[in-house]
């Protein structure tokens, strides 16, 4: 069974990428994640209106984080301090040693090896430092980028679900073949 303590987040970096945790700071770039068409075309979540929406998220995120329920990363580049991106696991249970992974881009940095290079990482984390035993993810059959970055992360289909939703799963021995 895991046990979490994200007391002291974990920052977490790439070649280009600072994945660290979210501050009020980073709620016009929240904002915009949550309230673009093309970011929120397959995720089932309301529509951000107004930006106190996004430093309520934050806090809310913040506070899943404190009672170690969830990991949100927020993605950004070294040499900028504005956000391009998010990556988080949610819906842990700790009695599976599992989790799922949930990410989102700004549409202006999509399909630039970003979310790769994002996914690696917390998958490492997740595998090496948290001990998770496999991490589910939850795509719609339509979004192909995200099936992409699953694939090449040797993430298997487990099941077609309702919606056209498709259900992947990486478990750690097929993460330790890559």
């Not at 790439?14 to 309230?35: G, V």
């Not at 035993?133 to 192909?144: L, M, R």
Request: charged share 25%; aromatic share 10%; proline share 2%.
């Amino acid at each position: 069974m895991l046990h979490l303590n994200f007391e002291q987040f974990p920052v977490l970096t790439t070649e280009r990428l600072i994945l660290r945790q979210l501050t009020r700071d980073d709620a016009p770039e929240i904002f915009m994640l949550r309230s673009d068409d093309a970011v929120n075309e397959f995720i089932d979540r309301q529509k951000a209106i107004h930006l106190d929406e996004a430093i309520q998220f934050i806090s809310k995120i913040n506070n899943g984080i404190a009672k170690n329920e969830a990991m949100y990363w927020g993605i950004q580049f070294k040499n900028e301090a504005r956000l391009v991106g998010t990556i988080c696991y949610w819906n842990i249970i700790k009695e599976k040693d599992c989790a799922e992974i949930g990410y989102e881009l700004l549409p202006a940095f999509q399909g630039k090896g970003i979310m790769q290079e994002a996914i690696e990482t917390v998958l490492r984390f997740a595998f090496d430092s948290l001990k998770f035993s496999s991490v589910v993810a939850i795509a719609h059959k339509e979004n192909i980028p995200s099936l992409k970055v699953l694939q090449r992360n040797n993430f298997e289909l487990k099941n077609e679900m309702e919606d056209n939703m498709l259900e992947y799963i990486l478990h750690v021995k097929n993460f330790n073949k890559v």
